[in-house]
Structure formats: C-alpha cells, structure tokens
C-alpha cells in the first residue's frame, strides 16, 4: 500500500473554494471545475481508479489542493490499473490520499508530452 500523507502541519490555502466531494462522479466534476485557490476535500470511500487530469493548474500562491476531508478517514483509490494520471499539472497537491491495490500505476505524474 502507497499513501501520500503529508505532514499535517502543511497549512492548506486559505482563499479559494472548498468543494465537498463524496464519489467518484463528484470528483471528476470538481477536477473540471477547479481554479487557482480550489480544494477539494474528499469523503471516506473507495473511488476506484481511471481518473486522467489534464492541465490541472493552480497558481504558486493559490494551488489546487485535493485532499481528504478527514485525514483520519482518507478517501482510497484502488482496484484498477491506473488510480490517478495528472498530466501537465501546475501547483498541484495532494493530502492524505491513499493508493492500493493497483495493477499498473498507482499515481502517475507527467509534463504531458
């Protein structure tokens, strides 16, 4: 098993929108829809995996933060080939996700070319 925990005194940014997301559906549509400043904060729960982001990008002072809403319950990617593939990504994070059981890649991160 993989997880990206980081350490919790990592502050998040204050400004921005907090997106609420419970499935996998809810996830993707917050991705689609996140600018500079976004966090989107996901609930417990197994999310699967095939989730390809492109040119998701945030500012160096406002990024895009994707974390679990609750550290001690985080949100799990697994039973797939590929959990998350960001591709081209700027100013990005990630908190507390975990990655398991993942045929191929687990979490992918490339400068799309």
Same mark, same amino acid.
């Given at each position: ?5 980081? !350490? ?5 940014? /204050?400004? *921005? ?7 996998? #559906?809810? %996830? +993707?549509? &917050?991705?689609?829809?996140?600018? !500079? ?5 996901? /609930?417990? *729960? ?7 982001? #492109?040119? %998701? +990008?945030? &500012? ?22 590929? #959990?998350?593939?960001?591709? &081209? ?25």
């Amino acid at each position: 098993m993989i997880s990206a925990l980081f !350490p919790a005194f990592v502050p998040f940014i /204050a400004s *921005g929108v907090d997106v609420a997301v419970r499935d996998a #559906a809810e %996830l +993707r549509q &917050a991705v689609a829809g996140a600018k !500079p400043g976004t966090r989107i904060l996901l /609930a417990a *729960g197994n999310y699967g995996g095939g989730f390809h982001f #492109a040119k %998701l +990008r945030g &500012a160096k002072d406002r990024p895009i933060v994707i974390a679990a809403a609750d550290p001690k319950a985080p949100p799990v990617f697994s039973d797939a080939k590929v #959990a998350m593939h960001l591709s &081209a990504p700027a100013f990005v994070e990630l908190h507390g996700l975990t990655f398991t059981n993942l045929s191929v890649n687990g979490l992918n991160i490339d400068d799309g070319g």
